[in-house]
């Protein structure tokens, strides 16, 4: 499809995607929005959760320790608090706004648990692949608090950009996020925005790029996007979003392919199914 009266090259929706309601950890309810598939890869893009309620039986069970290897998880807490705590010894609590980077790389064994019995939870887990080169890493975190992210006026002023990876062009006036310098150079942006504002922003040229609108409603590109739902976007040079509601929230995610063969088996994520075995036995033989 081409837009020969657009004003630049807009990347356009290939696919929209509702999240679909799961259970994981020890019966946390949440949105499993988007899940590698050989039919679905939005490579390096292994999975996104939403997890939104109000209700502390939808999550009081937590995430009780489980391992991972070859990848990296991102969380971001929106409402309430989570307590990340390894078999390394490492903590982290995470706040309203916070994010959490870890690199599992050869392997983490690792809790996420609630530090609250009632009120509102609401964040989202990313998970993003890693190169073969980079799979079995010493595992690695960043902590970021959420007043160290910049958060940036829309050049309409129409709403708010944080800049949680990568760098935000912000017209002619790049503001860079705090994670930054992974090969597959993710950029993550959570976007809000009042009614009839705009979001343009260009796009790496071949990068993977979605937006998953998770309050309001938009047009991404030219297609309607409603609440709780991924747009996955196709090639062109720049992610055009225009809010539809008052208050319209989304993320932004793009990130290099890194085009190697996903073999995962739960928490593993791996080239091929020895190394998959290997990871099996390894867990199982506490050699994380
Ligand atoms: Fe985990």
Aim: aromatic share 8%; glycine share 12%.
């Amino acid at each position: 499809m081409t837009h020969p009266s657009a004003p630049t090259d807009i990347r356009q929706v290939e696919q929209v995607l509702p999240g679909r309601p799961t259970q994981d950890g020890a019966g946390v309810k949440l949105l499993r929005v988007y899940s590698y598939s050989p039919e679905l890869n939005l490579d390096p893009f292994l999975m996104l959760d939403e997890f939104a309620t109000d209700e502390a039986s939808d999550y009081i069970g937590g995430f009780p320790d489980h391992p991972h290897r070859g990848f990296e998880t991102v969380t971001y807490m929106l409402d309430g608090r989570m307590l990340h705590q390894d078999h390394m010894g490492n903590r982290g609590d995470l706040g309203p706004g916070d994010v959490q980077w870890m690199t599992a790389g050869r392997g983490v064994i690792h809790s996420e648990m609630p530090q609250q019995t009632e009120g509102r939870m609401h964040g989202f887990q990313l998970w993003i692949n890693l190169p073969s080169g980079e799979k079995m890493c010493p595992p690695a975190y960043r902590d970021i608090p959420s007043p160290t992210m910049p958060v940036v006026d829309l050049l309409d002023g129409s709403g708010t950009v944080k800049v949680i990876a990568g760098t935000y062009s912000n017209g002619l006036d790049p503001i860079a996020g705090p994670l930054q310098g992974m090969t597959t150079a993710p950029l993550m942006l959570d976007v809000h925005m009042g009614a009839h504002g705009q979001f343009l922003e260009p796009l790496a040229s071949g990068h993977t790029a979605f937006v998953y609108v998770y309050e309001g409603e938009a047009m991404v590109g030219d297609e309607r996007v409603g609440a709780r739902h991924l747009a996955v976007l196709g090639s062109g040079a720049c992610v055009q979003v225009n809010s539809l509601e008052s208050d319209t929230r989304f993320l932004v995610l793009a990130a290099a392919p890194i085009g190697e063969p996903v073999v995962q088996y739960g928490p593993f994520v791996m080239n091929t199914r020895a190394e998959i075995e290997r990871a099996v036995q390894d867990y199982q033989s506490g050699k994380f």
